[in-house]
């Protein structure tokens, strides 16, 4: 039987950070959570990147910057060969 990956709410990486801020260390903060020490340096990262839009929710990486960019380059690029082509 395969081992199925476990969720976190965004409550639960919230307050691991909390701890975090507070002065406990990573390793007693992954012991007493019950988590890999480096998905909580990957939690805080991704909160320190931008607290509002950190952990999206469902598993679900969000976007980042750089590829909606690249996206939207695209996008300009395809407009513009459509307009050259009418």
């Not at 839009?53 to 590829?67: C, D, I, L, V, Y």
């Amino acid at each position: 039987m395969g081992l199925s990956r476990r969720r976190f709410t965004q409550e639960f990486k919230l307050a691991a950070i909390q701890r975090l801020e507070q002065g406990i260390s990573t390793a007693e903060v992954a012991r007493a959570m019950e988590v890999n020490p480096n998905l909580r340096h990957r939690w805080r990262g991704e909160f320190r990147q931008g607290p509002g839009n950190a952990f999206p929710g469902h598993g679900q990486r969000r976007w980042s910057e750089g590829r909606i960019a690249e996206l939207e380059r695209k996008i300009a690029f395809l407009d513009h060969a459509a307009e050259k082509a009418s």
